[in-house]
């Protein structure tokens, strides 16, 4: 725990997305709230069909969703939420021309019926 999902748009074509990962699990390391580094799985998805709003001109997306166990306060969500957001503002150029909206959702995920093991 905790599971990071990013979902970028394939025209952000200079998006690096390992160290993007890579940067975003030190963050949540950081934060201090995981038991072990070994505990965080991020993975990226690259969105080819999408479309943000209406108008014409070219628009992009990163968005994160971070799934945790229940049992956090908000405070501690909105840290983590901040954090993460944070990482995304400063890793790197964007396109030209190409307008970005950065987001980050926290999710609480029921603790009673997660299960996990970890093989070898």
Known sequence: ?????????????????????????????????????????????????FRVGTGLNERGFVAVRLALLSGRSAQVKKQLSESLLAVLQDIGDWPEGVQVQLSVEVRDMDRDTYSKVAIG
């Open 1 to 49: 725990m905790p599971h990071l999902h990013l979902e970028y748009t394939a025209n952000l074509t200079q998006l690096d997305t390992d160290k993007t990962l890579l940067r975003l699990n030190h963050a949540l390391v950081a934060s201090g709230q995981f038991g072990a580094e070994f505990d965080i799985k991020s993975r990226a998805h690259k969105v080819e069909s």
